[in-house]
């Protein structure tokens, strides 16, 4: 925080860690105000006031995760978090959206305690009205640990294009059934919800089984993976072992996943390419 080598080296370090689990396209988020002690009101983290913006945060990360990518040779691509519990942060956000849209951040997201205000306050909603009018794309956390109203909310109002977890979706049966009549995505976190106790920690009772069963549009991905000291192949692996993930069905949520990842269209469809070559699926979804 406030460090601006260390911030660049992370974002670096970032790319060099997904393209050593095999990744080939990633969208990491983060909260440029987390990181900055300028231009930031209140200061986070009870710093002395530096000389640190957000502004100059996303413009730090942004150049590690250019050079990464030029390093490690895998695409990275960056989306900023509105955090709930300061909703007047929410603009400058969606500014930095805009202002960085060509240098690799690709959309806008909001994070925090879902408790903290169901209702989404006028400073998010004004923020993602922005984003809608600006063509920035958007994502929120919701039902991760707060109702299913929020992620009713979260759609409907806020015009997200994926649910960031998205569990509690499942205890609104006519919301859900919604969502997959109009294949929104879930952004799955098995590993995380386990070690957050935002589900139950037993993984056969998980609620990417019956996204699964579904055919529901999602995702496996990790969340804080330096914090929990986890990686891509613990979220993959623990699917398999515990909830009966299949080779065929990795295929399907990956290829999902790249449909419903914030590239433009002539870069997402580059990446489905690449991974229908890799899948050997090219004769049947070429044309
Ligand atoms: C932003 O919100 C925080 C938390 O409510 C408050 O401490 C701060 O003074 C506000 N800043 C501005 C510029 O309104
Ligand atoms: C998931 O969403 C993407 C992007 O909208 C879409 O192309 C894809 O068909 C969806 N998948 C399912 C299973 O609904
Ligand atoms: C983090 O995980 C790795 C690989 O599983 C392990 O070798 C290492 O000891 C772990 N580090 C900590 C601090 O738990």
């Known amino acids: 925080v406030g460090d601006r080598e260390a911030i660049k080296r992370i974002a670096y370090e970032f790319v060099e860690d997904k393209a050593k ?4 396209y990633v969208e990491v988020r983060y909260s440029p105000h987390f990181l900055a002690n300028t231009k930031v009101d209140p200061i986070p983290w009870e710093q002395a006031e530096g000389d640190l913006s957000p502004d100059e945060v996303v413009h730090l990360v942004n150049e590690g995760l250019r050079e990464g990518e030029r390093a490690f040779n895998i695409k990275a691509r960056s989306i900023l978090c509105c955090m709930r519990h300061m909703p007047n942060w929410s603009m400058d956000v969606v500014e930095l959206c805009k202002k960085y849209r060509h240098e690799g951040v690709v959309a806008i997201d909001l994070a925090g305690d879902e408790s903290l205000n169901c209702e989404a306050n006028p400073g998010h909603r004004r923020a993602y ?13 919701a039902g991760e640990v707060g109702p299913a109203s929020v992620v009713k909310e979260a759609v409907e109002v806020l015009k997200a294009e ?19 009549a109009q294949n929104m995505h879930f952004e799955v976190c098995p590993i995380s919800s386990k070690l957050t106790g935002a589900c139950d920690p037993d993984f056969t009772k998980h609620p990417v089984i019956t996204f699964r069963k579904d055919k529901a549009n999602y995702s496996l991905n990790t969340d804080d993976p330096l914090i929990f000291n986890s990686s891509i192949h613990l979220d993959y692996s623990t ?31 580059e990446l489905l390419h690449r991974l229908y070559e890799a899948y050997g699926m090219l004769q049947s979804t070429a044309f």
């Open 21 to 24: 689990e095999g990744v080939i």
């Open 162 to 180: 994926r649910v960031g977890h998205g569990y509690r979706t499942l205890e609104d049966q006519d919301l859900y059934k919604e969502l997959l």
């Open 239 to 269: 699917a398999h072992k515990y909830m009966g993930f299949t080779e065929e069905e990795f295929k399907r949520l990956n290829i999902n996943s790249a449909k419903s990842c914030f590239l433009p269209d002539d870069e997402k469809e």
């Open 129 to 141: 009205e922005e984003a809608v009018c600006c063509g920035v794309h958007r994502t929120v956390h």
